[in-house]
Antibody, heavy 119, light 111 residues
Framework: EVQLVQSGPEVKKPGESLKISCQGS????????IGWVSQMPGKGLEWMGI????????KYNPSFQGQVTISVDRSVSTAYLQWSSLRASDTAMFYC????????????WGQGTLVTVSS | QSALTQPASVSGSPGQSITIACTGT?????????VSWFQQHPGQAPILMIY???NRPSGISNRFSGSKSGNTASLTISGLQAEDEADYYC???????????FGTGTKVTVL
């Protein structure tokens, strides 16, 4: 059974750093792209960026380029999304999703990680 | 790369059919047959309902169907049911960064 399990909710202060995770199981991790999607409270979905687990090729949405870093650790089948300095406007739900290399659809999603940034 | 355009809301009575449009450009929806549709209930993760314009993943009801004409893709829900009340998002591949783009989202209300 394919599963994507994301790390738990976070409450942070502006300026703090954060790294959230998305661990995959039940599939060949290195044959997949992992995408991160942001959803601000009451708003729509937005692609932040995607990473190919096979070779760590990463593509960022220009809106998030330089604001976040996407990475993978193939040894533990886990993808990460990290911030070096959070802002209140980073408060959102973040989802990871996967697409098999060669496919163009995201068929499995994590349960989401809620990040709240408040002073 | 701008978000794809969807109507903010669509409603219908139980048993009726509704269609949600998703308008993009020749650089995304119109240029590739890689349009997906997602259903999202409040507080839940999105679920893939349609991929590559008109294909249904295993386990998705055949009441959901997809199509495309030019730069506009469409999701049709037939035999509308109360459980279909949710937000729906289209998404398309594009060779332009950021590679994938979502639609603005449509709230479906079952009257």
């Amino acid at each position: 059974e394919v599963q994507l399990v994301q790390s738990g909710p976070e409450v942070k202060k502006p300026g703090e750093s954060l790294k959230i995770s998305c661990q995959g199981s039940g599939f060949s991790f290195t044959n997949y792209w992992i995408g991160w999607v942001s959803q601000m409270p009451g708003k729509g979905l937005e692609w932040m960026g995607i990473i190919y687990a096979g070779d760590s090729t990463t593509k960022y949405n220009p809106s998030f380029q330089g604001q976040v870093t996407i990475s993978v650790d193939r040894s533990v089948s886990t993808a990460y999304l990290q911030w070096s300095s959070l802002r209140a406007s980073d408060t959102a739900m973040f989802y990871c999703a996967i697409a098999r290399h060669g496919n163009y659809y995201w068929d499995y999603w994590g349960q989401g990680t809620l990040v709240t940034v408040s002073s | 790369q701008s978000a794809l355009t969807q109507p903010a809301s669509v409603s219908g009575s139980p048993g009726q059919s509704i269609t949600i449009a998703c308008t993009g450009t020749s650089s995304d929806v119109g240029g590739y047959n890689h349009v997906s549709w997602f259903q999202q209930h409040p507080g839940q993760a999105p679920i893939l309902m349609i991929y590559d314009v008109s294909n249904r993943p295993s386990g998705i009801s055949n009441r959901f169907s997809g199509s495309k004409s030019g730069n506009t893709a469409s999701l049709t829900i037939s035999g509308l049911q109360a459980e279909d009340e949710a937000d729906y998002y289209c998404s398309s591949y594009t060779p332009i960064t950021p590679t994938y783009v979502f639609g603005t989202g449509t709230k479906v209300t079952v009257l």
